[in-house]
């Protein structure tokens, strides 16, 4: 049981660059997030999801994309990298029926883009 | 929109002492959940402690222990006999146990450090 796995754990992109930041979970949870570290502003919530292919934006989408075609899997776009999205992200799960329970994160992906 | 705040942006204390955390939330719901979640240097983020709105009763764990005040919305964590490996950023959190999604809502993060 591996818990939420994130990859990669760093990444340098050029302004400019599109990737994926890739997560999967083997706990077969329900929900999935995606959350956006920086200083001063704790963790914020860019998009969600609650079950295989239903997708919700949270407070900053601008600039993601996500989809959820498997219950394990919750990838992150980035569509055209700028330098505001420097920052440390994490994604973040936990099963619908244990509604008292806060999320698993994964270990986070620290991103740079020059 | 709920919003959480923690007005302490370092705290110190030294190794074996007892610590508060403050934290401050703003919601117009009566049901919900409360969370403190620890990150160490490493990065992972941790749960240390939840509580239920519902319950009176403030959460426990080991060494860890809340002063959940719901009136108040006010939601402090006392770390007792602390120890090296407390240091870290802490971070208090809420969800709404109705809102569709029940994001986890986060505050800025207080970086605790711990001294010998």
């Known amino acids: 049981n591996a818990g939420v796995t994130q990859t990669p754990k760093f990444q340098v992109l050029k302004t400019g660059q599109s990737m994926t930041l890739q997560c999967a979970q083997d706990?077969?949870?329900?929900?999935m997030s995606w959350y956006r570290q920086d200083p001063g502003m704790g963790l914020r919530l860019i998009h969600y999801?609650?079950?295989?292919?239903?997708?919700d934006q949270g407070e900053v989408p601008n600039g993601y994309n996500v989809s959820r075609s498997t219950t394990e899997d919750f990838p992150l776009r980035l569509l055209s990298a700028a330098p505001s999205q420097t920052s440390v992200y994490f994604c973040?799960?936990?099963?619908?029926?244990?509604?008292?329970?806060?999320?698993?994160f994964g270990s986070g992906t620290r991103l740079t883009v020059v | 929109a709920q919003t959480v705040t923690q007005s302490q942006p370092e705290m110190s204390v030294q190794e074996a002492e007892t610590v508060t955390l403050s934290c401050t939330y703003d919601?117009?719901?009566?049901?919900?959940?409360l969370f403190w979640y620890k990150q160490p240097p490493s990065r992972q983020m941790i749960l240390v402690i939840r509580q239920e709105a519902y319950k009176q009763q403030n959460a426990t764990e080991n060494r860890f222990s809340v002063n959940f005040q719901k009136a108040a919305k006010s939601f402090s964590l006392k770390i007792s006999d602390s120890q090296l490996g407390d240091a870290a950023m802490y971070f208090c959190a809420y969800r709404s146990r109705r809102e569709y999604g029940n994001k986890l809502v986060f505050g800025a993060g207080t970086i605790l450090r711990v001294k010998s």
């Open positions: 999801s609650v079950g295989a292919g239903i997708t």
């Open positions: 919601t117009s719901e009566s049901d919900y959940y």
């Open positions: 706990m077969n949870h329900e929900y």
């Open positions: 973040a799960s936990r099963p619908d029926r244990a509604r008292g329970y806060g999320y698993t």
